[in-house]
């Protein structure tokens, strides 16, 4: 675990957005059911990333890169759909910047393997030796529904045999913007013993 983690209670969360046109605001939906359900005291910083139309590894990481380190305190990283595969592949790339007290991922894609195969996906696959890499000290949450009308249910399991350490829930109803599972998720990353 990054020093200090464990003593310092997180206050902030950087949410990262999924891609295609109107990712956007569509996911800003997803982002005020989250503030609402951790309430007061928890910032959620919503950046919009660069050509949300067509995602590009590199500069989305750079962007990634750059808010975190204009947070402070261990930060909680939540990715949904693509926002979640590039979070996966960018954190086993570099050292963060700041603490990261949780790493919550939402409706996001595998890439590669049995996963999307995709002209240019390559780009987002997370390299074998990934759960390696993370920061071991870090709680990994995944969340995925069943009826998810964008990334196969089938997904989560590919994570969740990639991130072996992982907690992964599953829900029947919420589709790809996993409507009425914000307050599940705020609940357990309320709880995690790393961002009391």
């Not at 309430?39 to 990634?64: C, F, L, S, T, V």
């Not at 750059?66 to 960018?90: F, R």
């Not at 996906?121 to 995925?144: M, N, S």
């Amino acid at each position: 675990m990054a020093k200090g983690v464990s003593q310092v209670e997180w206050q902030q969360a950087l949410f990262v957005q999924g891609a295609g046109q109107g990712a956007y605001v569509a996911d800003g939906e997803l982002v005020a059911r989250l503030r609402q359900a951790l309430g007061p005291g928890h910032e959620i910083r919503y950046p919009a990333m660069p050509d949300e139309g067509e995602p590009d590894h590199a500069k989305w990481k750079q962007r990634i890169i750059e808010e975190m380190t204009a947070m402070s305190g261990p930060l909680v990283l939540i990715g949904h759909s693509l926002g979640g595969s590039v979070l996966v592949k960018c954190l086993a790339e570099i050292e963060p910047p700041r603490p990261i007290a949780a790493l919550v991922l939402m409706a996001a894609p595998m890439w590669g393997g049995d996963g999307w195969r995709y002209d240019g996906g390559e780009q987002f696959e997370p390299p074998h030796d990934v759960a390696d890499r993370l920061p071991q000290e870090t709680p990994i949450r995944i969340y995925h529904c069943h009826d998810d009308e964008v990334v196969p249910f089938a997904h989560l399991g590919l994570y969740a045999k990639l991130l072996p350490r992982a907690t992964v829930a599953a829900f029947d109803e919420g589709g790809h913007q996993l409507h009425g599972v914000e307050a599940s998720v705020a609940a357990d990353i309320s709880g995690l013993p790393a961002v009391r």
